[in-house]
Each structure stands twice: as C-alpha cells, then as structure tokens.
C-alpha cells in the first residue's frame, strides 16, 4: 500500500487527464484494502494465456540448468540457460517474443518454467506485438494512453507492490526478463504521468539493473542505466557547406528518421499510432518542419488518416468532443486535427467547415454574457453537445485559447465576419480584465482565469493567480498558456486593427525591467519574473505580422534563436541553436522510436528521466529552430501562424535558410547536399497579390532568373539547384 502522504504530494503534482488515471487508482486502492489477489485486476491479467495466473507457484530453485529437466535418451537436452540469454541480449522485442514462445513450445507441462512462461508471454506479446494482435479500430475507454502501446499496464504499475506484470516463481531463471519489463513500465508511466517519480524511478532502475547482470549485451537496458547509444547518420559533413547546412542536415535527417519510423511501424489502419488518440493527435507538433515544411506524400498521408478517422468516431459527431473533460485536454481532438489539416491546405472546404463549427459552438453554446456585459467562456469543462455549470468549473481560462484555436486560424484565413464576432467579443472581455486591479490582480496583467456569471477575475482565496476551476490547482495557475492567449490578442489587433487588443502585451513588456525573485506572490514583480519569456512567442508575431519593430528591444535578447538571427542580421545563435538541437539528438534513437510507450511524450525521455541520472545532460528536443529556418515563421504554426514558403521536395539532402519573410518580398538561402543538380519547387504563401521578378544567385553570380505571379495570396514557382553550392533565391515586386 502507498503512503497517504505519498498520495496526496502527487495528487497536487497531477494535471489534467493523467489526474483521471491517478484517481482511478485511488478509488482502486481504496476499495481493495483486504488481499483480492486471487481475483484478475484487468483484463490483461484475466487474458493471459496458459491458466490462471494465480495459482500456487513452484520453488524451481536454480531451474535455469539444462538438467531441470527430465533425462531422456531419444532427445538431447534443452540448454534452457542459453535460450533465456539469447532472449534476454537481443533488442528486437518481437525476436524476444518469437524466442520464449519457441522454449515455451518445447518444454514439458511439468517444468517449473512452463507457469513463469505463461505469464510472461501475453505480457512480451503486448510489449512487441501491439499494433500486429492487440490493436482495434474505433474508440477506446481513455482519451489518451487507451491504444495498444500501454493500455494493458498504464493503470496497474505502480511502485511498492510487484503486481504487475504477476511477479515469476520464486529463483526463477525469468526473473530477469520480468524484470525487464517491470523496470521499462515503471519508468515511462512516470514519464507520463508525473506520479510517485522518485518511487518509480529508484524501482525501475532496480529492476532494469537485475536485467542488465543477466544481460550484459542488451544496449538497451544499457539506455536506461546511463549508457547512451550513439545516433549515427549515414553521411559525413559536407566540408563546402555552411556550418549551419551540416548541422541542419542532420538533425532534420534524424527528425525524418524518428517521423518514417512511427508511421511505418507504429501506425495502425485507421491512423492511431498507439497512444490513444488524444495523444496521437499531438504528434503532428514536433512533425511540423516535414510536415509544414516540405511536401512529403509519406507524412502528409499518414496525418490526414489520423485526422480524418478521429473525426468519424462517434464522440465527434457534433465538431468537437462530446468526452466531458477539462477544455485543455477536450480541445486537443479538434484543435490539434482541424489546424494542422488547414495548414497543410488552406482551400480544403471539409475542414475550413469543421473549423466554422468551433466558431458556432463558441457562439451559440460555450460563450455566456457575463454580470459586466462581456461574454466569456462559461466554464473549463465543456463539450459538444453540454456545458459544466458548476461554481468549481464554472472559468474561463487562457487555456480557452485551444479550444478556439481553429477558429481562430480560420478568421485569420478568411477574415470571415461571422467568427470575428464571438472571438472578438471573448478575447475584449480579456483585454478589460488586464486592465483592472481586481481580486489582488495589478492593473495591467492579464490574470489567469476568469469566473462566470460575474466577470471578476478568479481567485483562490486570496490568490488570483491560482483560480483552481480544476480538480487540482496547477492546471490553470499563471502563468500557464500565457503564449496562447497573448497570441490570440495580437491576431485579433491584426485583424481588426484596434490597438486595445494589444494593451495587455504591452503592459507585458513593461513588466520585464520590473522582475523581482523575491517579490510577493501576486505582486507585479513577481509576475514579471515569473512569467519569464511567455509573452515572447507573442511579441515576434507581431513583429512579424505588422512589420513593425516596437518590440525588437526584447526580441533581440529573448527572443527564439531564429527571431535574433533575423533581427540581428547573423548566423551565430542558428549555429548554436541547432548545435544544442544536435546534441540533444546525438545518442538514443531507441528512446524516441521502438522504446517509446505514449505518443505525447515520444521526445520527453532525456528531460524527464535520463538527464536526472546522466553526468551531463542531453538537453530538449525542441525541432522549432528547424520549422522556423524552413519556413520563415516566427515560433510555431500553432497560433498565428505566418510561414512564407513550403518546399515542394520531401526532406532529405536539402538545407533551407529563410532569410527574409515579408508581404513585398521573400528571400532564402538554399544548399544542395546532392552530387547533381536537382529540379526544386516552391509555393509562396505571403507575398501580396502581384508580378514578382526572382533570381537564384550562386557563388559566381546570378544562376537562373524571371518572373512570376502570386495570386491569392500563392505563388508557385520552380527553378534548379547547382549541387554542393550556397545559393540564395529572392522574390521582389517587378518594376
């Protein structure tokens, strides 16, 4: 049994949907406190095939020994031992499975191992066999973590109790591969879920450093243990290229690798990869340099399956969850499909519909007029179909944002009249809630919920910045989701124009020369530092998006590397952000493809475990350097988005330096790693409708020029590419 003080520490810690998973396990625990072992806990434990797996277990002792077994003249002897080691070193799971199935075969009932066989076996099937037996179309009991990857453990592992998987007979010579697997779910549900860590963490590597002594040869194990796994490439450094070409080349090449990898051995028939879909929905994030990118018919495809089959389960009959949960985890089904799939083509009417129906729930369903007049979000727990209106949900947070955020890129598409009206008309009730001193809130910052029917701005207590409208009060405190809405804010001043949409991010601004560490919680001082470079993202779409530089004071020293190279006309911090984004990717490449248990934390295993136990850390992957080169936006597409360019090729052999990024003229550096010249292809997506006149210039001078047209806001255009040369293309209006 865990402590209660245990429980309670990390009940605080929990967040969102994972906080379900914690409180099932609560429930559980507590219903279960006289000994049910001899009932199936799941219904993996009741599936495991063999018998019962709790029936009394034989002390086999040292049963590992090829005599265990009965003498028989007319076969030779089994050599058990070094099947179980041949099992145990390979890192192919499906061999591992292939290889017990086959000893399990050729063992009499009466062996002692036959009894550990039949419980490690359904276990090893799972882990290696998943989306091959164990994966079914449709939808599934949870949101996210309900797919095939970890569906039959996410709920049953927990530290202190060797449950599951059903612990082998005592001295058994499996007792490393249980082992193994105890250790791997141990950690990631961890990783995952954010409960009991240290417990988990001490347990699994416990277990993993049992495996290791059977299995010296497992690199994998190794992984875990602090033995990282070199990442090759299969190619050397171009010494003709720019530094930041080489290193583009290679991290864009293992992002790509990590990208084939999931949608050829991970992606089942209707699109999930494993995960549930609540969190496959998520993987397009870290894709978006290919996806966005570049023109790849392998990764488009697998995306738009996932999209288009999470839209025909039942629960998004009505254009958005009809799942009663919190709006950060309910918004993930339609916000993270319907934009992505707008980006990918603006002009696809499907979802240019599904992304008009958030503005009509929003409309119609969400928003409520508030005591003050405004209109707001009614409460943090919402669907399709019902609103949650009760007082401890009863908020509108900055995390609203993802629930309106196809909405959102939609008005900024169409400008379309109709969705400007609810969005504008929530985000002023944002704007006028900044600028009250209310509920212990300073004049001027943005506070971090809002409660309905009054309007006032939420407090917990005495404490604005944590307003609860959660089961736990982490969820929604500031200054979580403060990029989200102050991005929402700068796209609403875009479009209408009106500079009070801008007020709370100047006011942002101002606060920075204000920071105090400190400070007292609440206080403007306090706010400034803890909001750290959370309004950053904001401030370099507006420089972006307007053209104008009132924020490049800032930008300059926090903005993302990308924005300060541009700003500052140099290279330098590319080379140093790609250099950290090079590193991060240098070993493991096992921890983000075959090792992997839950699609939303596919590049969370260095932070969130390894770099706890490593000498030196591994460090983030964070690929938004790489979305940015390649397109010309400023932070990520998922808010506000404004890429100039995509490169109608698939990744691979290419680096792309977007140098300008403007309504009148667009500018890149290109380098082809090819020993040929190659024909290449473009679409433009910001220039002004107009007749461009472009040059491809080399080394030696101009290459290739002419003209062409954007019309629509799209401008096509082809050209060749010299191999093994810095070449630059630009777009200017013709005279």
Same mark, same amino acid.
């Given at each position: 049994?865990?402590?209660?003080?245990?429980?309670?520490?990390?009940?605080?810690?929990?967040?969102?949907?994972?906080?379900?998973?914690?409180?099932?396990?609560?429930?559980?625990?507590?219903?279960?406190?006289?000994?049910?072992?001899?009932?199936?806990?799941?219904?993996?434990?009741?599936? @495991?095939?063999?018998?019962?797996?709790?029936?009394?277990?034989?002390?086999?002792?040292?049963?590992?020994?090829?005599?265990?077994?009965?003498?028989?003249?007319?076969?030779?002897?089994?050599?058990?031992?070094?099947? @179980?080691?041949?099992?145990?070193?390979?890192?192919?799971?499906?061999?591992?499975?292939?290889?017990?199935?086959?000893?399990?075969?050729?063992?009499?009932?009466?062996?002692?191992?036959?009894?550990?066989?039949?419980?490690?076996?359904?276990?090893?099937?799972?882990?290696?066999?998943?989306?091959?037996?164990?994966?079914?179309?449709?939808?599934?009991?949870?949101?996210?973590?309900?797919?095939?990857?970890?569906?039959?453990?996410?709920?049953?592992?927990?530290?202190?109790?060797?449950?599951?998987?059903?612990?082998?007979?005592?001295?058994?010579?499996?007792?490393?591969?249980?082992?193994?697997?105890?250790?791997?779910?141990?950690?990631?549900?961890?990783?995952?879920?954010?409960?009991?860590?240290?417990?988990?963490?001490?347990?699994?590597?416990?277990?993993?450093?049992?495996?290791?002594?059977?299995?010296?040869?497992?690199?994998?194990?190794?992984?875990?243990?602090?033995?990282?796994?070199?990442?090759?490439?299969?190619?050397?450094?171009?010494?003709?290229?720019?530094?930041?070409?080489?290193?583009?080349?290679?991290?864009?090449?293992?992002?790509?690798?990590?990208?084939?990898?999931?949608?050829?051995?991970?992606?089942?028939?209707?699109?999930?990869?494993?995960?549930?879909?609540?969190?496959?929905?998520?993987?397009?994030?870290?894709?978006?340099?290919?996806?966005?990118?570049?023109?790849?018919?392998?990764?488009?495809?697998?995306?738009?399956?996932?999209?288009?089959?999470?839209?025909?389960?039942?629960?998004?009959?009505?254009?958005?969850?009809?799942?009663?949960?919190?709006?950060?985890?309910?918004?993930?089904?339609?916000?993270?499909? @319907?934009?992505?799939?707008?980006?990918?083509?603006?002009?696809?009417?499907?979802?240019?519909?599904?992304?008009?129906?958030?503005?009509?729930?929003?409309?119609?369903?969400?928003?409520?007029?508030?005591?003050?007049?405004?209109?707001?979000?009614?409460?943090?727990?919402?669907?399709?179909?019902?609103?949650?209106?009760?007082?401890?949900?009863?908020?509108?947070?900055?995390?609203?944002?993802?629930?309106?955020?196809?909405?959102?890129?939609?008005?900024?598409?169409?400008?379309?009249?109709?969705?400007?009206?609810?969005?504008?008309?929530?985000?002023?009730?944002?704007?006028?809630?900044?600028?009250?001193?209310?509920?212990?809130?300073?004049?001027?910052?943005?506070?971090?919920?809002?409660?309905?029917?009054?309007?006032?701005?939420?407090?917990?207590?005495?404490?604005?910045?944590?307003?609860?409208?959660?089961?736990?009060?982490?969820?929604?405190?500031?200054?979580?989701?403060?990029?989200?809405?102050?991005?929402?804010?700068?796209?609403?001043?875009?479009?209408?124009?009106?500079?009070?949409?801008?007020?709370?991010?100047?006011?942002?601004?101002?606060?920075?020369?204000?920071?105090?560490?400190?400070?007292?919680?609440?206080?403007?001082?306090?706010?400034?530092?803890?909001?750290?470079?959370?309004?950053?993202?904001?401030?370099?779409?507006?420089?972006?998006?307007?053209?104008?530089?009132?924020?490049?004071?800032?930008?300059?020293?926090?903005?993302?590397?990308?924005?300060?190279?541009?700003?500052?006309?140099?290279?330098?911090?590319?080379?140093?952000?790609?250099?950290?984004?090079?590193?991060?990717?240098?070993?493991?490449?096992?921890?983000?493809?075959?090792?992997?248990?839950?699609?939303?934390?596919?590049?969370?295993?260095?932070?969130?475990?390894?770099?706890?136990?490593?000498?030196?850390?591994?460090?983030?992957?964070?690929?938004?350097?790489?979305?940015?080169?390649?397109?010309?936006?400023?932070?990520?597409?998922?808010?506000?988005?404004?890429?100039?360019?995509?490169?109608?090729?698939?990744?691979?052999?290419?680096?792309?330096?977007?140098?300008?990024?403007?309504?009148?003229?667009?500018?890149?550096?290109?380098?082809?790693?090819?020993?040929?010249?190659?024909?290449?292809?473009?679409?433009?997506?910001?220039?002004?409708?107009?007749?461009?006149?472009?040059?491809?210039?080399?080394?030696?001078?101009?290459?290739?020029?002419?003209?062409?047209?954007?019309?629509?806001?799209?401008?096509?255009?082809?050209?060749?590419?010299?191999?093994?040369?810095?070449?630059?293309?630009?777009?200017?209006?013709?005279?």
């Amino acid at each position: 049994m865990i402590m209660a003080g245990r429980v309670g520490t990390s009940y605080n810690a929990c967040m969102g949907k994972n906080c379900f998973i914690f409180l099932v396990w609560i429930v559980a625990a507590l219903g279960c406190s006289e000994d049910t072992s001899d009932a199936p806990s799941s219904q993996a434990d009741s599936a @495991i095939a063999g018998g019962d797996i709790n029936e009394p277990q034989v002390d086999a002792g040292d049963i590992g020994l090829a005599d265990a077994l009965p003498a028989d003249a007319a076969s030779p002897p089994i050599d058990i031992a070094s099947r @179980i080691q041949a099992a145990g070193n390979t890192e192919d799971e499906q061999e591992r499975y292939v290889l017990l199935t086959a000893l399990r075969a050729v063992l009499p009932e009466e062996h002692p191992l036959v009894l550990d066989l039949d419980i490690l076996l359904p276990i090893i099937d799972r882990w290696a066999n998943g989306r091959e037996k164990y994966w079914t179309p449709g939808d599934q009991e949870m949101s996210g973590e309900g797919g095939y990857l970890a569906d039959y453990f996410v709920l049953q592992v927990w530290p202190g109790s060797e449950s599951f998987p059903p612990p082998v007979s005592e001295g058994s010579a499996l007792r490393p591969i249980w082992a193994l697997y105890r250790g791997r779910m141990l950690i990631w549900s961890a990783i995952e879920n954010g409960l009991l860590v240290d417990e988990s963490f001490e347990e699994g590597r416990a277990a993993l450093q049992e495996a290791l002594v059977a299995f010296p040869e497992n690199r994998v194990i190794g992984m875990y243990l602090d033995r990282p796994i070199p990442w090759e490439v299969p190619f050397a450094e171009d010494p003709a290229a720019p530094r930041w070409a080489n290193l583009q080349r290679v991290v864009l090449h293992k992002l790509n690798e990590v990208i084939q990898y999931w949608i050829s051995a991970r992606q089942a028939p209707d699109g999930q990869f494993g995960g549930g879909w609540g969190d496959d929905v998520e993987l397009w994030r870290w894709w978006t340099p290919v996806l966005l990118g570049f023109e790849d018919d392998t990764t488009n495809s697998a995306h738009r399956l996932l999209a288009e089959n999470i839209f025909a389960l039942p629960r998004m009959e009505g254009g958005y969850t009809s799942l009663l949960t919190d709006v950060e985890h309910s918004a993930e089904d339609s916000g993270d499909t @319907i934009t992505s799939m707008l980006l990918l083509d603006h002009e696809d009417e499907v979802w240019r519909a599904r992304a008009a129906r958030i503005g009509v729930l929003m409309d119609t369903l969400w928003l409520g007029e508030t005591e003050r007049g405004g209109r707001q979000f009614r409460s943090t727990y919402f669907t399709s179909e019902e609103v949650d209106d009760s007082p401890e949900h009863a908020c509108d947070t900055m995390y609203h944002s993802r629930a309106a955020q196809p909405a959102l890129l939609l008005w900024q598409l169409t400008g379309d009249a109709a969705l400007a009206t609810p969005l504008t008309d929530w985000l002023m009730s944002w704007v006028e809630a900044a600028e009250r001193e209310e509920s212990g809130k300073p004049g001027g910052l943005l506070p971090a919920a809002l409660s309905y029917p009054s309007g006032d701005v939420r407090a917990n207590g005495d404490e604005w910045w944590n307003p609860g409208c959660h089961i736990n009060t982490a969820t929604y405190r500031w200054p979580r989701a403060v990029s989200l809405l102050t991005r929402a804010l700068v796209l609403a001043h875009i479009q209408t124009g009106q500079s009070e949409f801008l007020a709370p991010l100047r006011a942002l601004a101002g606060l920075r020369d204000q920071s105090d560490e400190g400070a007292a919680p609440g206080s403007a001082e306090w706010a400034a530092h803890t909001i750290g470079n959370k309004a950053v993202d904001a401030m370099a779409k507006y420089r972006l998006g307007t053209e104008n530089a009132q924020f490049d004071n800032i930008l300059r020293n926090a903005g993302s590397a990308y924005v300060r190279a541009q700003i500052g006309n140099q290279v330098r911090p590319l080379e140093d952000a790609l250099g950290d984004l090079a590193n991060s990717m240098l070993v493991d490449r096992e921890a983000h493809t075959s090792e992997v248990r839950f699609t939303d934390r596919v590049f969370k295993f260095h932070r969130k475990y390894a770099d706890l136990f490593r000498p030196s850390a591994t460090g983030s992957v964070n690929v938004n350097v790489l979305y940015e080169m390649v397109t010309g936006d400023y932070g990520d597409p998922g808010y506000l988005p404004l890429p100039a360019v995509r490169w109608l090729t698939p990744a691979g052999d290419l680096a792309v330096r977007v140098t300008r990024n403007e309504t009148r003229r667009f500018r890149a550096e290109l380098y082809g790693f090819g020993m040929s010249a190659r024909r290449l292809g473009a679409r433009l997506s910001r220039l002004n409708d107009g007749r461009y006149r472009w040059i491809v210039t080399g080394l030696n001078g101009p290459l290739e020029q002419g003209t062409a047209t954007a019309r629509g806001g799209q401008l096509d255009w082809s050209g060749r590419l010299p191999p093994r040369e810095l070449v630059t293309i630009e777009f200017e209006p013709a005279q």
